[in-house]
């Protein structure tokens, strides 16, 4: 996401980062190079227009030319104005009953899906949510919607085989939700190839009947400028109250995400960056724009590992690599956990200045054959071998290899990382138990955790304690 023009941007400020003077021909080009940048990454011309213009204006005043580090004071001013182009503050849904959301898009762009995320996130937040089949068209779109509802455990309405009313399947959906107890109802309505006629009018009729609080267009990111445009016949038609950005992990330039707002005015509330039904994030514009000038954004990183992290795993893991006594049983448990993060890029882009890092580390480090493989090998050792790796010698070697179906070589490297990273906790000077005491020991710890947000803090900080292991 926003690879393209992050490696971009990250040249351009390196250039002005390392002026001990700036000129205004200095911030000419730089803006300039910005411009080309943004445009690359599928940003609408007339916004990149307007956007520079901008920044140009704060960047070229007395007070940053003469300024101690003119570099950084341009930067901060075109971090602040990328968060102001990306909405500001961010958006939280209306949710006031009666709490009705009507899921809008074009075909393929991932409404049903993005609908049970929704549902899901919803559900998490202690709400009641259904979901609603409204696609009278597309072959087996209720049937996918139902599949998805039942994986997500939220009840679901399924219009009668052969329905062609949407609004008479609406007003028998509202009088059956009233038996439900539900507090929110996702709406998710059919698409087509591209907008026509007879759906506008279709959505017309159905947001008249249902005057929704929340009307969100499901967009996919990878259309670029095309997204843009249709943002803007789905407001006209219907008058969209927010936009739900998917495939936002798949596009490595991202030009909608910067372009939908400042076109039609209105909020990206959500994103989707993967596949999973957990995959769904509200939208910051702050902390994308730290992302995309790769300042890190620790916030959500905390708050992606509330669900997927256990603490007490973590923290028990923590404690048990400070005396040395970790073993191969708290591995696999450590692997459980690596593998719930999902993968490793995206842990990475919440991370301040990992760009580099992320380039130089193998794609299927978490996850894919390497991880399968280190886990086939460890399932292969007995519950004594696991517990006492010390007592892992030739023969027992080639066994668990031969087990694992990989080679003695890979059995070899394994055993030699895991025993390098238990010798960097035992004695005085241990690298790791030194890092720990100066973190104020596992009080000390526990207390880091609880402050970056309870039980996602302690995904941040057990990851610390517990996962300095090279895979």
């Known amino acids: 996401m926003f690879n393209s023009l992050s490696d971009n941007l990250e040249g351009v400020f390196k250039k002005l980062r390392g002026q001990g003077k700036i000129s205004e021909k200095n911030i000419a080009d730089a803006l300039r190079e910005i411009r080309l940048a943004l445009l690359e990454a599928d940003v609408e ?42 909405g500001g503050n961010q958006s939280p849904l209306d949710l006031n009953p009666p709490a009705r959301i009507l899921m809008v898009g074009l075909n393929g762009a991932g409404k049903t899906t993005t609908s049970a995320k929704l549902a899901l996130r919803l559900k998490k937040e202690g709400r009641r949510p259904i979901l609603i089949a409204c696609d009278l068209y597309r072959p087996a779109a209720v049937e996918q919607l139902a599949t998805l509802a039942e994986q997500v455990d939220v009840p679901i309405y ?53 005057s929704p609080k929340e009307t969100l267009l499901v967009a996919d990111a990878a259309t670029g400028q095309a997204a843009v445009s249709v943002a803007t016949h789905f407001d006209e038609a219907v008058g969209i109250t927010g936009i739900v950005l998917t495939k936002l992990d798949g596009d490595a330039r991202g030009g909608a995400a910067l372009s939908m707002r400042a076109v039609t005015g209105k909020p990206i509330k959500y994103i989707g960056e993967g596949e999973k039904l957990e995959d769904l994030a509200e939208f910051h514009p702050d902390r ?79 996850g894919g054959k390497k991880m399968a493989h280190m886990e086939a090998i460890v399932l292969s050792m007995t519950p004594k071998e696991r517990a006492r790796p010390e007592i892992i010698k030739g023969t027992r070697r080639k066994r668990i290899a031969k087990g694992s179906g990989t080679t003695i070589l890979e059995v070899n490297k394994l055993l030699k990382q895991f025993g390098e990273m238990r010798k960097m906790f035992r004695g005085k000077g241990g690298k790791m138990k030194q890092m720990m005491q100066q973190m104020g020991g596992m009080d000390g710890m526990q207390d880091m955790m609880k402050g970056l947000g309870g039980k996602g803090g302690s995904g941040a900080g057990g990851g610390k304690g517990g996962l300095p292991f090279n895979l």
């Not at 062609?164 to 309505?189: M, R």
């Not at 190839?193 to 759906?199: A, G, H, M, T, V």
């Not at 724009?289 to 669900?307: H, K, P, Q, T």
Request: glycine letters at 8%.
């Open 45 to 86: 011309f007339s916004v990149a227009k307007s956007f520079i213009e901008k920044v140009k204006a704060q960047a070229v005043g007395e007070k940053v030319l003469k300024s101690i580090k003119p570099g950084e004071q341009i930067v901060k001013i075109f971090q602040d104005e990328l968060t102001e182009l990306l």
């Open 158 to 210: 399924k219009p009668d085989p052969g329905e062609q009313n949407l609004v008479k399947v609406a007003k028998k959906a509202l009088k059956w939700a009233e038996t439900q107890n539900g507090t929110v109802l996702i709406f998710d309505t059919a698409g087509r190839q591209e907008i026509d006629e007879k759906l506008v009018d279709e959505l017309k009729d159905l947001h008249k009947f249902l």
């Open 288 to 366: 994308m724009a730290g992302r995309i000038l790769d300042m890190g954004d620790i916030v959500s990183m905390v708050e992606n590992m509330a669900d997927k992290i256990d603490e007490k795993q973590a923290m028990n893991a923590a404690k048990r690599m400070q005396s040395g006594k970790f073993d191969f049983n708290d591995f696999l448990g450590q692997m459980q956990m690596i593998k719930n993060l999902g993968p490793l890029d995206g842990i990475l882009g919440m991370l301040p200045g990992m760009k580099k890092l992320k380039k130089q580390i193998p794609s299927d480090l978490m």
